[in-house]
C-alpha cells in the first residue's frame, strides 16, 4: 500500500513544481516584455525630445497687424525702441515727434534747429550698428542726429517706461557739405572714431567729406600735450566744434546718380546710377578711386531702392519689378593679387510694384520692404527664406522701421500707418542653409560650412549641417576600415583553426578592450599617438607595405619546412610565432623612417606632401581617428563574429570536411555562408558604435569642419559638435536648437543603419538558416 501512495505524493509534487515553474515562465515573459516595452518608450522619448526642440526651427513665423493708427503726418524718418513701446518721428519742417506704439499718439514733441528757410531734403542711416541717421537739408547742409531710448524698470521688474530723445554726436549745427546751398539729397555717412566721413554728390562731382573735432587752442600751443588737450575736450561736457579736415571732389555726371552708399567700414563705397550701372570706389587714406564698374542687369526694370544689409559688406537693391537682389564683393580667386569684384548672389521678390524702402534688422541678416502698392514683406538673406508678405496699405509705402529686437515693424504710407507684430526667432535657418551650399558674406563661392559664434556683432551664422554629417561618416569610415578586416579574419581564425586552449586566453583578452574607457584612447590619442605618427610618418607608411611582404616571406618559408618538423609545433599555434617577425618589421619601419624622409622627401614629409602632393596635413587627422577608433570597434564586432563562426553547427563542418573540402573551403563555402547573419550584425553594430562615438573624436580629430576624404585631415562630427558647443550655446537660441537638430540626425541616422542592417540580417538567416 505504501507504493501507491509514494505515486501519489510524487504527481502531486511534479504538479506543484510544474505550476511553479509556469509562474517562474510567466514572470520572465512579462518582465522581460516589460523590458522591451520600457527600452521602445526611452527610444521613443528620447526621439520626441529632440524633435520637440528642434521643431522651433522650422516654426511658422508670426507677422501681423497690431495697430492702424489714424491720419497722421507724413514723416522722413521713423523708429522705435527695442520693446516696442515709443517711438521716434522727424517730419520735413524739422518736428521731432515722441509717440507711443501702442496707439500712435504723440506725447511730446520739439523742433530741431535748422538754418533759416531749410527743410529736410533727404534722411539717410548709417551703418544700423552705428544708429547715426543724416538729415539732409535744403541748403546742402547735414545735421546728424542719433536716437536714444532710456529704460526705467519698475520696483517690482514687472513693468518699464521707455523715454526717447534725440542726441547729436556731432554738435547741433549743421554741417556744410554743398558750398554753394545746393539741396543735399543724396549722400552717405559713416561714423568713425569721433570722425564723420560723408559721400555726397555735387555739381558733376562726387565729394568725400571728413569731418572732425575741431582742437582747442591748448592742443595747439601744446606741443607734445596736444594728444591729451584733444582727449580732454572729447571727453568734456562743453559743445564740440567740428571742422572739416577732408574734402576731395571726383569728375563724374552725378546727373545719373540715384543712390549712394558706404561700407565696410567706409573702405568701399557704391554708387548706383540710372543706367543700372553699380560704381564700386575703393577708398585709401581719404581718397575714393574708381575701383569697377557692375551693371546690375535688370531686365526692362530699374534700381528704385537700395540699403545696406547689416554689417555693410551686402548691398540689397530694389527694382521697379518688385525685386531685391543681394550683391557683395568676392573675392578672385583665380588671380594673384588681392582682387575683388561685386557679383549679385540671390534675390526675392515682394511682388510686381517697385520697391519703394528697404531696411535691414539691426541684429540678423535680414531686412524689410516694402513697394508702391502697400505690400510690406521680411526677408532672410542667408536661409533665402521669405517670412512673410502683406498688404499695409493701398499707397506707397514711404518709410519702414523695424525695432532692434526685430519684434515690431512700423509701416508709414502715403496714406496711412500701422504697426505689425513680428515673432520669427529662427529666420536663419531653412532646410537649404542646413543642407544645402550657401554663398556667405566675403566668400568666394557657395559652401558647406559650419561656424556657429564669432566675436564680431555683424557675424552672419553659418550652420550647414553638411560637413557635421560627412565627418561623422568620414570618421566611422576609416575606423570600419581598420577594425572590419582584423576584426573579421581574426574571429575567422579564433574560431575555425586555433586551437581550442589558445582560444580560451586569446578571445577574454580581446573583449576585455571593450572595458578601456574611450576618453582614454582619445587622450592617448591625442597626446602620445598623433605626435609620434607625424614624427614617423615614413615609417607608418612603409609599415603598411613591410608587414604584408613579412607575413607572406614567413608563410613561404613556413611551407618549405618538413612536416615532421612542423608537426612538432602544437595544432594552432604556428601563428604565435608570426609575432616576433611582425615585431621585428615594425621596429625595422619605425627605424628607417628618417632614412626614408631624407631620401625620398627632402627631409620634411609634410612641407612635402603641402607642396609636391598638394595633400594638405594636419596632426591631428583621420588616420589617427582610424587607428585609435579601430582600435575600440575592434573588440565588439571581433565578439560577436566569433560567436557566430563557433556557433555553426558542427555536423555541417564535418561533413564538409567529410566530403573532401579543406578547412578554407569549409570556411568560406559552409561557415562563413551560415555566420553571416552574426557577423553583417557585428559590422553594424561596430559600425553604430563608430558613428555615435564622442570622446575619440573629440579628442583626436582637432573638429575642423571640412569637407575632405584627406586620410592626413581632420574633421568635426555630429557627437563632437555638440559635446563641443552645447556648453557655450545660449539657450533657446538658433545654435542651441541646431545643436539638438544634429543630435536627432544622429539619432535618425544610427536608427536607420540599424533598420537596414536588421532587414538585412534577417533575410541573410532566412537564405541561410535551412543549412
Same mark, same amino acid.
Given at each position: 500500500m505504501s507504493k501507491p501512495e509514494r505515486v501519489r505524493l510524487d504527481a502531486a509534487t511534479m504538479a506543484a513544481l510544474d505550476r511553479r515553474r509556469r509562474l517562474k515562465d510567466k514572470i520572465a515573459n512579462v518582465t522581460i516584455g516589460l523590458g522591451g516595452? #520600457? @527600452?521602445? /518608450?526611452?527610444?521613443?522619448?528620447? #526621439? @520626441?525630445? /529632440?524633435?520637440?526642440?528642434?521643431?522651433?526651427?522650422?516654426?511658422?513665423?508670426?507677422?501681423?497687424?497690431?495697430q492702424t493708427y489714424a491720419a497722421q503726418q507724413q514723416a522722413v524718418w521713423v523708429d522705435m525702441d527695442e520693446y516696442n513701446q515709443t517711438g521716434i518721428?522727424?517730419?520735413?519742417?524739422?518736428?521731432?515727434?515722441?509717440?507711443?506704439?501702442?496707439d500712435g499718439k504723440t506725447t511730446s514733441s520739439e523742433q530741431l534747429v535748422l538754418p533759416a528757410g531749410a527743410t529736410i531734403s533727404a534722411v539717410q542711416r548709417s551703418g544700423v550698428l552705428q544708429g547715426l541717421v543724416g538729415l539732409g537739408l535744403s541748403n546742402g547742409q547735414l545735421l546728424v542726429v542719433k536716437p536714444n531710448y532710456s529704460v526705467d524698470v519698475a520696483v517690482d521688474g514687472k513693468s518699464k517706461t521707455v523715454t526717447p530723445s534725440l542726441s547729436f554726436p556731432y554738435g547741433t549745427d549743421a554741417l556744410t557739405i554743398h558750398d554753394n546751398q545746393q539741396p543735399l539729397t543724396t549722400f552717405a555717412l559713416r561714423d568713425d572714431d569721433h570722425s564723420l566721413q560723408v559721400l555726397a554728390t555735387g555739381t558733376n562731382q562726387l565729394l568725400w567729406q571728413r569731418y572732425e573735432v575741431q582742437q582747442t587752442e591748448a592742443s595747439e600751443e601744446g606741443g607734445g600735450l596736444g594728444l591729451m588737450s584733444a582727449m580732454d575736450d572729447q571727453d568734456s561736457d562743453a559743445p564740440k566744434v567740428y571742422s572739416r579736415t577732408t574734402n576731395m571732389a571726383l569728375t563724374t555726371n552725378t546727373e545719373a546718380v540715384k543712390y549712394l552708399v558706404l561700407g565696410q567700414g567706409a573702405r568701399w563705397a557704391y554708387v548706383l546710377t540710372k543706367q543700372n550701372d553699380i560704381a564700386v570706389f575703393k577708398i585709401t587714406d581719404d581718397q575714393p578711386v574708381l575701383y569697377q564698374t557692375v551693371n546690375a542687369g535688370l531686365r526692362d526694370a530699374n534700381i528704385s531702392a537700395v540699403a545696406p544689409l547689416q554689417g555693410e559688406i551686402s548691398l540689397l537693391v530694389g527694382d521697379s519689378k518688385g525685386h531685391i537682389s543681394q550683391w557683395f564683393l568676392v573675392r578672385d580667386t583665380n588671380s594673384v593679387e588681392d582682387k575683388f569684384h561685386l557679383q549679385k548672389i540671390r534675390s526675392f521678390s515682394l511682388g510686381t510694384a517697385a520697391i519703394t524702402t528697404i531696411v535691414p534688422e539691426a541684429k540678423r541678416k535680414g531686412f524689410v520692404a516694402g513697394d508702391a502698392q502697400g505690400n510690406i514683406g521680411y526677408f532672410y538673406t542667408t536661409s533665402e527664406r521669405t517670412i512673410g508678405i502683406h498688404s499695409a496699405a493701398k499707397a506707397p509705402i514711404t518709410t519702414l522701421a523695424i525695432s532692434a529686437r526685430s519684434e515690431g515693424i512700423f509701416v508709414q504710407a502715403a496714406d496711412s500707418a500701422s504697426f505689425w507684430s513680428l515673432h520669427t526667432e529662427h529666420p536663419d535657418i531653412s532646410m537649404s542653409s542646413a543642407w544645402g551650399k550657401v554663398w556667405y558674406e566675403s566668400y568666394p563661392e557657395p559652401t558647406y560650412t559650419w561656424q556657429s559664434t564669432s566675436g564680431n556683432a555683424d557675424f552672419e551664422g553659418k550652420l550647414s549641417l553638411m560637413p557635421l554629417t560627412f565627418g561623422t561618416l568620414k570618421a566611422a569610415f576609416y575606423a570600419m576600415l581598420l577594425a572590419a578586416p582584423l576584426a573579421i579574419?581574426?574571429?575567422?581564425?579564433?574560431?575555425?583553426?586555433?586551437?581550442?586552449?589558445?582560444?580560451?586566453?586569446?578571445?577574454?583578452?580581446?573583449?576585455?578592450?571593450?572595458?578601456?574607457?574611450?576618453?582614454?584612447?582619445?587622450f592617448l590619442a591625442g597626446l602620445w599617438l598623433a605626435p609620434a605618427i607625424e614624427t614617423n610618418l615614413p615609417g607608418i607608411i612603409s609599415l603598411l607595405i613591410v608587414t604584408p611582404i613579412v607575413i607572406l616571406l614567413c608563410g613561404f618559408i613556413w611551407v618549405q619546412i618538413p612536416l615532421e618538423k612542423r608537426n612538432r609545433i602544437p595544432d594552432g599555434w604556428a601563428p604565435v610565432i608570426l609575432i616576433a617577425p611582425i615585431l621585428l618589421a615594425g621596429w625595422a619601419s619605425f627605424a628607417s623612417s628618417q632614412t626614408i624622409e631624407l631620401q625620398f622627401f627632402g627631409g620634411d614629409i609634410r612641407h612635402w606632401l603641402t607642396y609636391e602632393a598638394g595633400i594638405k596635413f594636419d596632426q591631428r587627422n583621420s588616420l589617427i581617428v582610424g587607428l585609435a577608433m579601430g582600435f575600440a570597434v575592434i573588440a565588439p564586432i571581433f565578439s560577436i563574429a566569433e560567436d557566430a563562426l563557433f556557433a555553426v553547427p558542427r555536423h555541417l563542418t564535418n561533413g564538409s570536411l567529410a566530403l573532401g573540402a579543406t578547412q578554407w573551403q569549409t570556411l568560406t563555402r559552409v561557415v562563413l555562408p551560415t555566420a553571416s547573419p552574426g557577423i553583417f550584425s557585428a559590422v553594424m553594430i561596430g559600425f553604430g558604435r563608430a558613428v555615435g562615438e564622442t570622446m575619440i573624436v573629440l579628442m583626436a580629430t582637432g573638429n575642423t569642419a571640412v569637407m575632405e576624404w584627406n586620410i592626413f585631415e581632420g574633421m568635426r562630427t555630429l557627437s563632437a559638435n555638440v559635446a563641443v558647443e552645447m556648453g557655450e550655446a545660449e539657450v533657446g537660441s538658433t545654435h542651441f536648437r541646431v545643436l539638438f537638430l544634429s543630435a536627432l540626425v544622429l539619432f535618425i541616422l544610427t536608427f536607420i543603419l540599424n533598420t537596414v542592417a536588421e532587414v538585412v540580417r534577417s533575410r541573410l538567416r532566412k537564405k541561410y538558416g535551412s543549412l
Open positions: 516595452v #520600457f @527600452v521602445v /518608450l526611452a527610444i521613443t522619448l528620447i #526621439f @520626441v525630445y /529632440l524633435l520637440v526642440e528642434s521643431w522651433p526651427l522650422f516654426k511658422k513665423a508670426e507677422f501681423d497687424r497690431a518721428r522727424i517730419l520735413p519742417t524739422g518736428e521731432v515727434q515722441y509717440f507711443m506704439v501702442q579574419l581574426g574571429a575567422m581564425y579564433t574560431a575555425v583553426f586555433m586551437s581550442p586552449t589558445l582560444r580560451t586566453k586569446v578571445k577574454p583578452a580581446i573583449e576585455l578592450m571593450q572595458a578601456l574607457p574611450t576618453v582614454i584612447l582619445g
